[in-house]
């Protein structure tokens, strides 16, 4: 497996099973607005997923199509990092999880907008402009939210320190990384974490939500190495229908 | 309920239209949420280049009770409607 594909694999992996994950709220989110939101997001990331993926398969040259790497792969062969695959839990976590994501998912596509590969280098360009807005509207909510009632506060506290631990596995730079990096087709890795970390401080401090002091972090999902419990789960559902129809398609 | 967020009235420019007109309402915790409601709302279908929100409370009305003494009397004064004149073809699309 070349770096570049398993690198295109980690950002088409990335939309593709937070998608999934967002779209399990749609008809379940507490206000309409809500709802309809949150399926938006999840189309765009749907969206960039055939991009990514779209390309990945060209880059693998074996045939495949980014239906079958979303489709006909098995847990193993993912590369998303852990956090994307955790469960939405309440609401709150929920868009704790995305804002955390977006925060590192715009500053990503940003370094992208630069990339060594020109057809990088455009979807980058037309994915930043849907997290652009993302990260603004999950920023906003985790700070209506954190800075609301004393239930909403407990609650997007709860899930700060829940999903802090899979903050650093998307920072965590390694052989892919640094290649990618070398080549100049993706951004160094320290640095978007500082311009992550100033923009999650500032959120976090207003909304009144303390970061927990621990560098400890998760890993094992963009390597492959080892997913969460629910990575399979995801995919029983997702996958289902071209598991049981191979090839049926509207 | 007691704690439902309030009501926004949005109104949205088209693509062509030089105006905006109402679209919808929606529930909102404060206006910038408002806006990125009624875009997430209203302008997932490419409807849009410009987003107005107001909140409902503060839009005045007219009574449904009062049409006869607001409206019926411009029911008799056609001359009113500029329908009697000739537009030179010169003028244009109007």
Partial sequence: MSAYFEFLLRMGDNTLILGHRVSEWCGHAPVIEEDIALANTALDLIGQTQLWLGLAAEVEDKGRTADDLAMLRDAWDFRNVLMVEKPNGDFGQTLMRQFLFDAFHLEMLKGLTTSSKPRVAEIAAKAVKEVQYHVERSGDTVIGLGDGTAESHARMQDALNFMWPYVGEMFASDDVDAEMLSTGIAPDLTQLRIAFDAHVGAVMADATLTIPDSTFAHKGGKSGFQHTEHLGHILTQMQWLQRAYPGASW | ?94
Avoid: C
């Avoid at chain 2, 909140?55 to 019926?72: D, Q, W």
């Fill in chain 2, 1 to 94: 309920m007691k704690n439902e967020w309030p009501l926004w009235e949005v109104f949205i420019r088209g693509q062509h239209g030089m105006s905006h007109r109402h679209v919808g309402s929606l529930h909102a915790a404060d206006e910038e949420s408002a806006i990125k409601n009624a875009r997430d709302v209203y302008t997932r279908r490419n409807e849009g280049v410009s987003i107005w929100v107001v909140e409902a409370r503060h839009i005045a009305a007219s009574s449904p009770s009062e049409k006869g003494p607001l409206y019926e009397p411009s029911e008799s004064k056609v001359y009113r409607h500029p329908t009697f004149f000739d537009i030179p073809d010169e003028v244009g699309a109007m």
